[in-house]
């Protein structure tokens, strides 16, 4: 385990999804050190009293066993914005993020949870409602022919690491060879990254005609506790948005850590802290 401490953060507009995400931050938690983050965001001025009272009661209800320092915040603006902000301003190092945390959204919540994966600068990982905090025994991430693919193969070791955890790198079966080649060079970077960090790991290829669905069916034959893949806005490839999302929303309530591509180029404080 590494001993650096880390900063949380964690939306929430107090539903049970909040309640998921925020049980999971607290379980992620491995150093008396880390700081959690709860943060709200609000409308305007006059939601600040009875939002504040809410945060008081929830942290009572679904926080107090926390060993380590928890901080709540109540701040006006954008969510998404504001969000991005006290990344930054708090240097968060992870963002635990429930599938609802946005009251009132419903099904287009997943487009907007997505617009704050494009945004910020740090990985995320997405939980939803269902979803129980597990000792994360088996990391599953996913690689195609893009370099990004494999950035987030970092943070995926820092938790793996953690957590004395086995990653499975799952990729798609290829015939073409300049694709095979292409894969390998991304596999070669993370076999690279494990080993030097000394982490159990195996390569499963997936036959491509059901991508998605042999992941499902693999995840839950390997019992599976964290899912990991990079998201990407434009390119158009097996790493699509809906991918991703999809992944996201499984119907076995994995939690899914991502990050989009863009950050990967730019660095991160989770990479450089725990790198």
């Not at 390997?222 to 893949?229: F, G, H, S």
Request: hydrophobic share 45%; aromatic share 8%.
């Amino acid at each position: 385990m590494n001993t650096t401490s880390a900063t949380y953060l964690v939306p929430v507009d107090f539903t049970p999804a909040s309640v998921s995400a925020t049980r999971f931050a607290i379980d992620l938690s491995k150093n008396v050190a880390d700081e959690i983050v709860l943060l709200h965001v609000i409308k305007n001025e006059r939601d600040r009293h009875h939002a504040e009272l809410t945060m008081q009661g929830f942290v009572s209800e679904h926080a107090s066993d926390h060993k380590g320092k928890l901080t709540t915040k109540v701040i006006e603006g954008a969510l998404t914005q504001e969000i991005e902000e006290a990344v930054k301003i708090l240097g968060v190092d992870l963002v635990v993020l429930g599938t609802h945390c946005i009251t009132g959204l419903g099904k287009v919540f997943r487009s907007h949870a997505f617009k704050i994966v494009e945004d910020i600068s740090v990985p995320l990982i997405i939980v939803q409602k269902e979803t129980v905090f597990q000792n994360i025994k088996k990391i599953m991430m996913t690689i195609d022919l893009e370099r990004e693919s494999v950035q987030i193969v970092r943070m995926a070791a820092n938790l793996a690491k953690m957590f004395n955890s086995e990653m499975i790198l799952v990729a798609k079966e290829q015939v073409d060879a300049d694709f095979i080649q292409r894969q390998n060079v991304n596999l070669a970077v993370c076999r690279k990254v494990l080993e030097e960090q000394h982490i159990a790991y195996r390569f499963i290829l997936v036959d491509g005609k059901d991508f998605i669905g042999n992941i499902f069916k693999l995840s839950q034959k390997e019992k599976v506790d964290l899912l990991a893949a990079t998201y990407y806005q434009q390119h158009v490839h097996v790493f699509t948005e809906s991918f991703v999302q999809t992944l996201a929303y499984n119907d076995f309530h994995i939690p899914l850590l991502t990050m989009d591509e863009e950050s990967t180029h730019r660095g991160t404080q989770f990479g450089a802290m725990w790198g």
